[in-house]
């Protein structure tokens, strides 16, 4: 069924009587040619992709609880490709520019709202990093803008400019960078791939994997075992728990992060805004919640939910920047496992066994990589080779000493 | 988070600060360990979902390492050591 | 209009009257009152709007669950948004403005959103806006959020100040009705500390709306005694506006006392509010429980309210909320609010119980077997309309409907560490599953013991309970007899028809459009909620999810505990962001540390510059200098003739001894020092584990075993690995005899408060020469 402002209005007209189920709940196959893990954002969107870029067919997502029900239904929202590393840039420049035309691609609005992401700058040193950063933004072919505080009061009068420990001295700013509806996107990608003949399986629980001579054979699941002759695990805060069954050990650590939404307001922050003295970003949605975070908790933890001082520290942040908004509450605080990487960096690589991919360390940053991370790991499924946007992310280069470490913070994950 | 220290009694987790999986305490020899034994204990970790012993130090406080068993899951901790202790139990330090 | 609603009694103060204006329209109220009591009673109703069809909408509760009645309490830069009017403590001089519409509450010019409500069907904006695709943010956005967001904020600074503060106790009592007061006068006879905390400014929770007797007096006298001698107990604190907001692990929670908001605004020297961070060895959940509508068509209608709220209001706040009132019920609690509202004096017109097997209630127009299917009224109920046992329809004229599905215990705080809720079928609802936070037990309403009896029993126990496993001994006394009430429910989850019947009033979420997510597949609770936004209000479902849920079990012939619940996530309510960052703000927001230096170069007018906490001297221009380049071109050909002199008082100190100290710091940095002189410095860089250089900078060595180490100014903090105590060395770099590592005086660890996030106790990694 395609959606359209026509359809809902016949719909309207007919009491809604024709809408069909988004995708369907099928039963397992007891084989498929690819079997994603995972049925988060990057795994629904590797799905789609093989399925309509890479034309591959017999393809099952198996997710263990609901459709996105992990970080892509848990996150600011936040889309952006202001990346410093080579790395790293190229890959994200890619997904910004799928998500530019994500919604007619996929027949689903995700509202992919391009209002700008704006990092603000508190310190001449801090300027230096920043205009370095944006330089090789440009280079790289993506948008990137220095702010002057003049211009930055225009746009947010009521930033704390007069009374503030750490006075903003500019900015620098991501016209194309903004939010995306979050849910949207995995329902999005998971109408279009069941669309394309991809089976998603809910409530199923990889519970082991069939390897046999280096080889993977299928998974077992919790609705028994299904063969693959392909595995790609894309489980995000889950990675080591899924590639221990695979007898694996990742170089990533499974942290907690919060994330927070206000109560309902009439707008007045019309993009995001990172404050670069303390650890609090925020923007706010079509509905008029201030959607905002900031630092992971900063322990292992797989237990979705953080503890009080990080949710202290985000406040006290977002009332150095703002002061207007002492008044606003806090409806929600929420958290959600990340993958956090030994470098803050992704992982899209295949592994030592024939036949299981890795997509995963996503760290806190997941969100806005999901198309191009479905892209990559669609064609590397697919043809086997890196997609030449993701031909950094690989297992080896923690050993051969290419780590793409953005903050260069080492082994320690809970600094990324 | 309460961490009950082995000498000092309940502590805020916020006099810590953490720095990961106790396995770390079992450095390889620099000098003579592979590569691969390197890069296996500075990069990879179990990441165990449950009982995890890990590493915090008490910055704020006496500025001692401890050994802490805590279960990711549920963050419950039911073990806390000097990390002193456990060094010497595994015969790495006197 | 002088309080025509109000009847006699009630706990509030006739011997003062207080003035208060709502948009623009001055009333009178008394204290005690909430700003919804006092506007009910001066006949207001129509008290807000909803968010999505602008439909005209009243208070359906007298509590904290209150979905509608929102509005933007105080002026100027005290403004706050979407504030609850039932739980707005009037005072005299208040203010407050509706909010969510334009020009006018009672004409709005968005409500013509509610004429094309066959449009915006949940999720219609998931299916449109996509062509042009230029058009989505140049047009369609724009719109959308012109239309966002419910109240307004100021924009301007908040001039209150927030506090924030530590409490220990051995036994946390959340919410002071009757089983928390129970619990706590047993905890407190004991000599434990306890603290008992309230949402509401007045203890006693529901005792107060009732007419219980407890003994052989009324309840609400019973709390106000047992208040009193708990007031008298050294070792308990009693806590009244204070919501405990969230359980974290180990026995701590957040609380939020609202210190000044009863007051036009804070004493001087007072905060608005304080956060308070308790540690508590034991917490008792005692927070009661909230009841649920029966949704029918039209049921979001000014006057149509909860039933024991209409009860409350008579009860408690001496108010009629109208001259004619109804009451559609599906359990016994129902019908007492029958009972109670004509004893106040109110006309109660008719019964309305979808239950056919109860006995007829005498004196009343009880019909069984029927149902409210639909009412008039668009800002303000006129009448309803009754489909009775045999299916003929009746109007009744009436200005306030109670309706009663069954009540939910308030469990939220149970589980806040995800546990699963434990679905009662006794009394149609979830109680708190096993799995909550530990050393939390529940007791009262929230444990689903509904009863007078139960309440106080199960209070008096798990008190005793908790001082037990401390190894306290609580001395036996009798408790009072109370009433003893029996359960009678038979679930009758919403009224089926034809139109649009509202579960989440504030959203405007109604059974349609829970229909159309099942009917496209968004089945899971989860995904219910986040199609329809069921939930998603400043409510946070706490009237309208669990109906949800029975309408999507219906819908696909689950129960109702397979079908789930979604998420309690902290806060219980919404609590402002001023009061989580405390004194945090402005030029408190980090410390700021200064150099032995700094006044002298403050002196010389020197511009200084941000270096982590550090305020370090850039450079100091001189008379007649416009450009930096000048000062600085001048101060390095000065250094380069003579001499200059540099503060590094910024840079990280830390003095290392011990036996092997020169083969610790061989193995910090590339290069050696274990062959440094004695008086001399070098050099090094200092690697990670994995070979990276992450700091460089000098180290002297002082004596055969001790060095002093200098880091850069902000990777000081992050050298934390290297500073270790001489008792308790670091075991990573063993076989190194006993280095250890202390901080100089002038390093910052040694001065942090003590709340910094734990992850790295030093400022954010700013880039630093």
């Not at chain 3, 529901?206 to 708990?230: C, H, K, M, S, Y």
């Not at chain 3, 934390?720 to 390093?747: H, L, M, N």
Request: hydrophobic letters at 35%; aromatic letters at 8%.
């Amino acid at each position: 069924m395609r959606y359209s402002g026509f359809r809902i209005i016949k719909e309207a007209l007919t009491g809604h009587k024709g809408w069909t189920s988004a995708w369907r709940n099928p039963d397992p196959q007891p084989a498929y040619d690819y079997v994603i893990v995972g049925g988060g954002g990057h795994g629904l969107a590797t799905a789609y992709y093989l399925a309509k870029e890479y034309r591959q067919a017999r393809i099952a997502v198996l997710e263990k609880s609901y459709l996105g029900s992990g970080n892509v239904g848990r996150n600011t929202t936040i889309i952006r490709s202001n990346y410093l590393l080579d790395g790293n840039e190229p890959f994200y420049e890619f997904s910004l520019k799928l998500w530019e035309g994500l919604e007619q691609d996929f027949n689903y609005n995700a509202m992919v709202s391009q209002r700008g992401i704006l990092n603000l700058i508190h310190t001449d040193a801090q300027r230096d990093a920043f205009t370095r950063r944006g330089n090789g933004m440009i280079l790289h072919g993506a948008d990137a803008e220095m702010l002057s505080r003049d211009q930055i009061r225009q746009m947010y009068p009521f930033l704390n400019f007069d009374n503030a420990r750490f006075p903003i001295k500019g900015g620098l700013a991501q016209r194309r960078g903004g939010t995306v509806r979050h849910d949207a996107v995995a329902w999005g990608y998971a109408r279009g791939a069941d669309e394309r003949g991809v089976d998603l399986i809910q409530n199923c629980e990889v519970t082991g994997m069939r390897i046999e001579n280096g080889r993977i054979l299928g998974v077992e699941t919790s609705r028994g075992f299904i063969g693959a002759r392909k595995v790609g695990v894309a489980v995000a805060g889950s990675s080591s728990r899924v590639m221990a069954h695979a007898g694996l050990r990742l170089p990533i650590e499974s942290h907690v992060l919060q994330a927070f939404v206000s109560e309902g307001l009439k707008p007045f922050i019309d993009g995001v805004m990172t404050f670069g003295a303390g650890h609090f970003y925020v923007s706010q949605s079509d509905k008029g919640g201030l959607v905002f975070g900031g630092d992971i908790d900063g322990y292992n933890s797989y237990a979705q939910r953080g503890n009080l001082p990080v949710i202290e520290d985000v406040a006290e942040g977002g009332m150095a920047l703002m002061p207007a908004i002492g008044r606003a509450r806090l409806l929600r605080a929420w958290g959600g496992v990340m993958d956090m990487s030994m470098d803050g960096s992704p992982i899209i690589d295949r592994t030592q066994i024939d036949g299981l991919y890795f997509n995963g360390g996503w760290c806190y940053g997941g969100f806005k990589a999901t198309p191009a991370s479905g892209w990559c790991f669609a064609h590397l499924l697919a043809t086997d080779t890196p997609h030449k946007c993701a031909t950094a992310y690989r297992f080896d280069r923690f050993l051969k000493g290419r780590m793409i470490d953005e903050k260069g913070m080492g082994n320690t994950p809970n600094l990324h | 988070m309460i961490i009950t220290h082995p000498l000092l009694g309940p502590r805020d987790a916020q006099e810590f600060v953490y720095l990961g999986d106790a396995s770390l305490i079992d450095r390889p020899d620099g000098m003579t360990a592979t590569p691969q034994e390197m890069h296996d204990y500075a990069y990879l970790r179990d990441n165990p979902a449950g009982e995890h012993l890990e590493l915090w130090y008490h910055e704020q406080g006496d500025r001692s390492w401890l050994v802490v068993t805590r279960n990711t899951l549920t963050h419950a901790i039911s073990r806390v050591e000097l990390a002193r202790d456990v060094a010497r139990a595994m015969g790495r330090s006197t | 209009m002088t309080q025509s609603n109000r009847i006699a009694g009630g706990q509030i103060d006739r011997s003062k009257t207080l003035r208060f204006h709502f948009d623009g329209k001055a009333f009178t109220g008394h204290p005690g009152d909430t700003l919804a009591s006092a506007l009910l009673a001066n006949n207001v109703r129509l008290m807000g709007r909803s968010f999505k069809y602008h439909r005209p909408r009243g208070p359906i509760s007298a509590g904290s669950e209150e979905p509608n009645a929102l509005v933007e309490l105080r002026s100027g830069a005290r403004q706050e948004p979407n504030t609850r009017a039932t739980t707005i403590e009037l005072y005299d001089g208040l203010t407050a403005q509706s909010q969510n519409r334009w020009p006018s509450l009672k004409f709005d010019a968005l409500a013509i959103n509610d004429r094309f409500n066959a449009f915006l069907i949940a999720g219609f904006y998931y299916k449109t806006f996509m062509w042009p695709a230029a058009f989505w943010e140049k047009i369609y956005e724009p719109i959308i959020r012109r239309a966002a967001g419910l109240g307004s904020l100021s924009r301007l600074e908040d001039p209150d100040s927030y506090d924030k503060g530590f409490l220990h106790c051995d036994l946390l009592i959340i919410g002071a009705g009757p089983a928390g007061l129970q619990a706590a006068l047993t905890a407190g006879r004991s000599g434990a500390r306890v603290l008992l905390a309230d949402e509401d400014f007045r203890m006693g929770g529901r005792l107060n709306a009732e007419t219980f007797l407890i003994g052989d007096q009324p309840g609400a006298d019973w709390a106000a005694a047992t208040v009193a001698e708990l007031a008298s107990l050294p070792n308990v604190r009693l806590m009244p506006r204070t919501t405990i907001l969230g359980a974290f692990d180990h026995g701590i929670y957040s609380a939020v006392e609202r210190v000044s908001d009863h007051l036009p605004e804070p004493l001087p020297g007072k905060p608005r509010q304080t956060l308070w961070r308790i540690y508590s060895q034991r917490a008792l959940l005692t927070a009661g429980a909230t009841e649920r509508p029966i949704p029918f068509e039209n049921n979001d209608r000014p006057g149509v309210m909860l039933a024991g709220s209409l009860r409350a209001y008579a009860n408690r706040w001496g108010v009629a909320v109208g001259d004619k009132v109804a009451i559609f019920t599906n359990n016994d609690d129902g019908l007492r609010s029958a009972v109670d509202l004509r004893a106040k004096g109110i006309d109660v017109v008719a019964v309305i119980d979808p239950r056919q097997n109860r006995p007829q209630l005498p004196g009343f127009h009880h019909l069984q077997g029927a149902e409210v299917v639909d009412c008039s009224g668009r800002l303000g109920l006129t009448s309803i309309t009754i489909r009775s046992a045999n299916g003929g329809l009746e109007t009744v004229q009436c200005t306030a409907l109670g309706t009663s599905g069954g009540w939910n215990p308030n469990l939220n705080i149970a589980s806040h560490h995800r546990s699963q809720p434990a679905w009662n079928d006794t009394i149609a609802a979830f109680t708190p599953g096993m799995g909550g936070p530990t050393n939390l037990t529940t007791a009262g309403a929230a444990a689903g013991r509904f009863s007078t009896h139960g309440a106080l029993s199960s209070g008096d126990a798990a008190a005793r309970a908790a001082l037990e496993s401390l190894g306290l001994n609580a001395p036996a006394h009798p408790l009072p007899e109370a009433e003893d009430a029996p359960i009678a429910i038979t679930p009758h989850w919403y009224v089926k028809g034809k139109g649009r019947a509202w579960v989440d009033p504030q959203n405007d979420v109604t059974i349609k459009d829970i229909k159309l997510a099942h009917q496209e597949n968004y089945a899971s609770v989860e995904h219910l909620k986040r199609y329809t936004t069921l939930g998603m209000a400043t409510d946070q479902g706490k009237t309208g999810n669990v109906i949800g849920l029975a309408v999507m079990a219906d819908l696909t012939g689950q129960t109702i505990p397979e079908t789930g619940t979604t998420t309690y996530r902290p806060p219980y309510t919404p609590v402002a962001m001023g009061a989580l960052a405390g004194r945090g703000r402005g030029q408190d927001f980090k410390p700021k540390r200064l150099t032995p230096s700094h006044k002298w170069a403050a002196e010389q007018g020197a511009v200084f510059v941000e270096v982590g906490y550090w305020l370090r001297t850039q450079w100091l221009p001189r008379p007649g200098e416009t450009h930096w380049r000048q000062s600085v071109d001048r101060e390095v050909l000065q250094t380069r003739k003579s001499v200059g002199i540099c503060d590094v008082t910024t840079l990280g100190k830390i003095d290392i001894q011990g036996t092997d100290a020169g083969t610790f710091l061989d193995r910090v940095y590339a290069n050696t020092f274990s062959t440094l002189g004695i008086g001399k410095c070098r050099y090094g860089l200092m690697l990670r584990e994995d070979g990276i250089v992450f700091d460089d900078g000098t180290t002297a060595r002082m004596g055969q075993n001790e060095y002093v180490m200098t880091t850069t100014t902000g990777a000081c903090c992050r050298n934390w690995w290297i500073r270790t105590s001489r008792t308790t060395p670091s075991p990573i770099w063993p076989p190194v005899r006993s280095p250890s590592g202390a901080c100089a005086p002038g390093c910052s660890a040694s001065r942090f408060p003590v709340n910094w996030p734990m992850k790295s106790p030093c400022p954010p990694a700013m880039a630093t020469p």
